[in-house]
């Protein structure tokens, strides 16, 4: 069994509301790529990416938002689909390149396959139960690698796009519920500033995000022997959330059903590394 993503950090410690509020601050940004419908005409899968960004760093990723809104030349904020479009290669290319310049950023994805997710799992016929589980996972990941950022363990500031027919009111409900019953492994909550907030794609960061997801999106909706379909999404990839000996599952990378649905492309190795 592959090792998974524990914290030695511990939820008892009365000090950790006062340790949380002076720890330098992470900015993180969230983002969905796909659908939570199980329909025909539905999308093989779901997913959320988030970035974490340093504050320290935060002013360089809304440097480059405004520059990519420049280079296509639109005052709306910026979407993959509306604006990165696959007649437009040189708009993703110049996309991957300016974000896989940015320093010090991390990101993290949780990929659902939704046609390995058991029959009778109450995610396949609710689809904000579908939402709620996988914002539960990647959330769980951002309070983990705040506490075990680089440098130091860091506040997370958390911002989710809002997505439309959601009651995120209800995904907060949850949330709290998950966080004050514990979850299968210690999750250090006290790093994450709360509570999290959904907000429009009129901030910056969410607008990144979207493009991370959106070269996911990219990368698995390709064939499985095509490299081509995920040579951006690699471009980026010494970005995403790594293990100490460079495992990317687990860590970076969360799969609810079968792995096999991202590991078993052709790109996998390239973008993993030691971790196959």
């Known amino acids: 069994m592959r090792e998974r993503d524990r914290s030695p950090v511990s939820l008892a410690d009365p000090r950790a509301t006062a340790r949380k509020d002076s720890l330098p601050r992470l900015y993180v940004y969230i983002d969905e790529t796909g659908d939570r419908g199980f329909a025909d005409r539905s999308s093989a899968f779901f997913a959320m990416t988030a970035l974490l960004v340093p504050e320290e760093s935060d002013w360089l990723m809304r440097y480059a938002t405004g520059g990519l809104r420049a280079l296509i030349q639109t005052d709306k904020p910026l979407h993959w689909v509306e604006h990165f479009r696959r007649k437009h290669p040189e708009r993703r290319i110049r996309a991957a390149e300016v974000l896989a310049r940015l320093p010090d ?12 997710i058991h029959q009778d799992a109450g995610i396949r016929t609710n689809k904000d139960r579908f939402y709620n589980y996988l914002t539960k996972l990647v959330m769980e990941r951002v309070a983990l690698s705040a506490a075990t950022w680089p440098g130091g363990p860091r506040s997370a500031i958390v911002r989710l796009g809002a997505v439309k027919q959601m009651d995120h009111k209800e995904t907060l409900r949850y949330l709290e519920l998950v966080r004050d019953r514990g979850s299968r492994f210690v999750v250090p909550w006290d790093h994450i500033k709360w509570p999290p907030k959904w907000l429009g794609t009129d901030w910056d960061g969410i607008q990144i995000a979207d ?3 959106g070269m996911l999106h990219t990368a698995l909706s390709g064939d499985v022997t095509d490299p081509s379909c995920a040579a951006l999404f690699v471009r980026c990839g010494h970005q995403i959330r790594r293990g100490p000996r460079g495992q990317l599952l687990g860590y970076g990378i969360e799969i609810v059903g079968d792995e096999s649905f991202v590991t078993k492309r052709c790109w996998w190795r390239d973008l993993a590394g030691a971790d196959v």
């Open 105 to 116: 950023v991390s990101v993290l994805h949780v990929v659902a396959d939704k046609a390995t």
């Open 211 to 213: 493009l991370y997801a």
